[in-house]
C-alpha cells in the first residue's frame, strides 16, 4: 500500500489542470468529447462548466422550456420537406445547450403549409451572443398541403397533439429507417394515407416529372414501425393495400410479417405452414410467396393460404 511517505518518496503530485482538450467540446456540447476529457483531466479548471453541460445536454430542458423560460429566442424558417432551419441565440449570460428532442412539433404560421416533426434529436451549444444555426431533420405531417417554403415560418412545442405520433416518434428514431420510411409513417399516422397517397412523394431532377420515392418495402416497414409503437395498423387505411404492397415485396422478413399479419393468412394453433417459392416471372423477379397450411392434428388436413 502507497504511504504519504511513499507518496513523498515518489516525487511531487502533479494535478492535471490542462483545459485544452475540453475547451472545443464545451464550446459544441459534445457529450462524449467532455466525458472522455473529464476523465483525462479529472480536477481542469473547467471541471465545473463540463459538469453543468453534460446535465443540460443529457437532462436538461428542451427548447420549448427555454423559449418559456426567456433565456433564447428563435427565428424559423421552411426548409423543403425534411428539415427546418432554426436560428437560435440567448438572453442570458451563462453558457447554455438548446436541444430539440424527437418529436417536437413545428406548427406552419400558413394554413396551406405542412407542419413539421423532427425525427431526429439535436443540439447546439451557445457560449456567446452571436446567432447559431441548426438544420434538425422533419418529416411533413399534412401530407395535402404545400411543402415549407423559405417564406414559412413555425411556432414550436414540445409533441404534437395528437397521441398516436406522439408515440410513433421514439420508435421511429430508434428504427434507424431511411426518409422515405419515415415519412411513411408519419402519413400513416396524421393523414391516414393508403398506398396510393404515398405515392405524392417524387423525386425529380428538372422539378416537373418525378419517380415514386415510397414503395411497397418503405410502406411495409412503416406499418411495422407503426404497430410497434402500439398503432393498430389494421385500423388505418393502407392496411386495404397490403395485397398490393405484399405483391411488390421480396422475399425475407418483412413480407413473412405482413403475411402472416393478415387475417386470412392466419395460421391454426395446430398449423404448421409450409413455404414454397410460386413460379418467376419473365424478367426473374418472384411473382409471390404462396404458403401451404397443415393441421397438424388431422393427417391431410391442407389448405392453401
Request: glycine letters at 6%.
Amino acid at each position: 500500500m502507497r504511504t504519504a511517505a511513499s507518496l513523498r518518496s515518489a516525487g511531487p503530485v502533479v494535478q492535471r489542470t490542462n483545459d485544452a482538450p475540453i475547451l472545443p467540446a464545451l464550446q459544441i456540447g459534445a457529450t462524449t468529447a467532455i466525458k472522455d476529457s473529464s476523465s483525462e483531466f479529472p480536477e481542469h479548471a473547467k471541471e465545473a462548466d463540463a459538469k453543468q453541460t453534460l446535465r443540460d445536454t443529457t437532462e436538461g430542458p428542451d427548447i420549448v422550456d427555454l423559449i418559456a423560460e426567456k433565456k433564447i429566442e428563435i427565428e424559423t424558417q421552411g426548409s423543403g420537406i425534411d428539415a427546418v432551419s432554426v436560428r437560435v441565440r440567448k438572453l442570458v449570460p451563462d453558457p447554455l445547450t438548446v436541444r430539440i428532442p424527437v418529436g417536437t412539433f413545428f406548427v406552419s404560421a400558413s394554413q396551406s403549409s405542412q407542419n413539421m416533426v423532427t425525427t431526429a434529436e439535436s443540439k447546439v451549444r451557445l457560449t456567446s451572443d452571436e446567432w447559431q444555426s441548426m438544420s434538425p431533420s422533419t418529416a411533413c405531417a399534412n401530407r395535402p398541403r404545400h411543402i415549407p417554403s423559405g417564406n414559412d415560418s413555425f411556432s414550436v412545442q414540445r409533441s404534437p397533439n395528437q397521441k398516436e405520433l406522439a408515440r410513433l416518434m421514439p420508435i421511429l428514431d430508434k428504427a434507424n429507417v431511411d426518409y422515405a420510411t419515415s415519412q411513411a409513417a408519419v402519413w400513416i399516422v396524421t393523414d391516414n394515407a393508403t398506398y396510393d397517397d404515398l405515392g405524392i412523394l417524387v423525386a425529380s431532377s428538372n422539378g416537373s416529372d418525378g419517380s415514386r420515392v415510397i414503395h411497397e418495402a418503405e410502406a411495409a416497414r412503416a406499418m411495422q414501425i407503426c404497430e410497434l409503437a402500439g398503432i393498430n395498423i389494421k385500423r388505418k387505411a393502407i392496411w386495404g393495400d397490403r395485397k398490393i404492397i405484399l405483391s411488390g415485396l421480396d422475399d425475407g422478413e418483412l413480407r413473412k410479417w405482413l403475411y402472416s399479419s393478415s387475417p386470412e393468412n392466419s395460421v391454426g394453433k395446430n398449423s404448421v405452414v409450409f413455404w414454397h417459392a410460386m413460379p418467376k416471372a419473365k424478367d426473374g423477379s418472384l411473382v409471390a410467396i404462396d404458403g401451404v397450411e397443415q393441421d397438424a392434428t388431422k393427417e391431410g388436413s391442407i389448405r392453401e393460404c
